[in-house]
């Protein structure tokens, strides 16, 4: 091994350590400026730079969310901005313990030869972004697939060439010494069941660490961000928490190398309850090779965003929201969360 290469996986292992510690999870922020926009809007509030700039300085600086929240994923613009007294976001976000990471995906395109299949774009020019988000204190990046469940979709081709470009995007994420976030989302819009559910998401998450293995990627040092096996929102009867840890463990035994420090579930549009719920059955099983834990954006941040609507009054509400579910989920990781 050459002294560059050490000092990389130095550099993984302590990222790691820092991201992956009893009692944590990740809290998502990384919204793009067309989502993010959707979530202002559903409390009134419009999406200006500095709206943004405000409500995620505020939850960064959340007292007491560093307790809970090991790591915070930005969105690029949130990287160069700074707080109300000039601190820049990532350093709020270390000052408060949090390590900082990055999306950096650019989104998604429909896939051509498929009927309604898209693919994440955003490897072209990667290597160099990411030693720019490095300099502004990103640790680890985020990467996301999306998979959409018919009768007849995802296609064998979304299924090996999404799950090809997540493994380029891992490998040149190792090569620079950042921490890829893998995530591949089988989405929970729909009326499938969760047998539908578990049988795409185990084609899904078997076909990644294949591509993961071919470019050589090394799975201690990656955390995969996955949806749970669970029915679709528009299913007759939704999946009780017991049914979502017995089919989400049995699926992810078959496909997740033991290799891997930590799952972090996305909650993917379940309410914040039902996606605590769920977390605090999956941590109510016997244990597991891999940490099971939250890198949750809607679950978390819903209550905030509620308790804030747009009034810079409305501060310590949000933030107090916020950090109390946090809180809640971290209870849900050692199985001891009661509704
Ligand atoms: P949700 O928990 O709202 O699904 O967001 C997580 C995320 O980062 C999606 O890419």
Same mark, same amino acid.
């Given at each position: 091994m050459s002294t560059g290469q050490a000092n990389n996986e130095n550099t993984l292992q302590a990222t790691i350590e820092a991201l992956v510690q009893p009692g944590k999870g990740i809290l998502a922020a990384d919204e793009s400026e067309k989502t993010i926009a959707k979530r202002f809007q559903s409390v009134g509030v419009g999406s200006t730079v500095d709206n943004r700039r405000w409500y995620r300085s505020s939850i960064i600086a959340a007292p007491g969310l560093g307790d809970i929240v090991s790591g915070i994923i930005f969105f690029e613009?949130?990287?160069t901005q700074r707080a =109300? =007294? #000039?601190?820049?976001l990532p350093a709020l976000a270390a000052h408060n313990g949090i390590v900082a990471g990055v999306k950096v995906d650019k989104g998604k395109l429909p896939l051509s030869g498929t009927v309604g299949d898209e693919i994440t774009q955003g490897l072209d020019g990667l290597a160099h972004r990411l030693t720019q988000y490095q300099r502004h204190g990103a640790r680890f990046a985020k990467w996301r697939n999306v998979y959409h469940v018919t009768a007849?979709?995802?296609s064998r081709l979304a299924i090996a060439s999404n799950a090809e470009v997540l493994a380029r995007y891992a490998a040149i994420c190792q090569a620079q010494g950042m921490v890829p976030i893998v995530e591949p989302e089988v989405l929970m819009?729909? =009326?499938?069941s969760i047998d539908r559910c578990a049988e795409i998401t185990e084609a899904v998450v078997h076909e990644v660490f294949h591509a993961l293995h071919r470019h050589g990627?090394?799975?201690?040092?990656m955390l995969l961000k996955p949806n749970m096996v669970i029915a679709g929102k528009d299913h007759l009867t939704p999946s009780t928490p017991e049914e979502v840890a017995t089919y989400t463990i049995r699926c992810f035994r078959r496909?997740? $190398?033991?290799?891997? $420090?930590s799952i972090n579930f996305l909650? #993917? #549009?379940?309410t914040p309850i039902q996606a605590t719920a769920n977390l605090n059955a999956l941590n109510s099983l016997s244990k597991q090779p891999w940490a099971l834990t939250f890198s949750f954006g809607r679950a978390l941040q819903e209550p905030a965003l509620d308790a804030w609507? #747009? =009034?810079?009054?409305n501060e310590e509400a949000l933030q107090s929201a916020l950090v109390r579910r946090a809180k809640l989920n971290g209870k849900a990781l050692l199985g001891a969360y009661e509704q």
């Open positions: 613009e949130t990287l =109300d =007294d #000039g601190t820049l007849t979709s995802p819009d729909g =009326d499938h990627v090394a799975l201690e040092y496909v997740v $190398p033991a290799a891997v $420090p909650s #993917g #549009g379940q609507r #747009g =009034d810079a009054a």
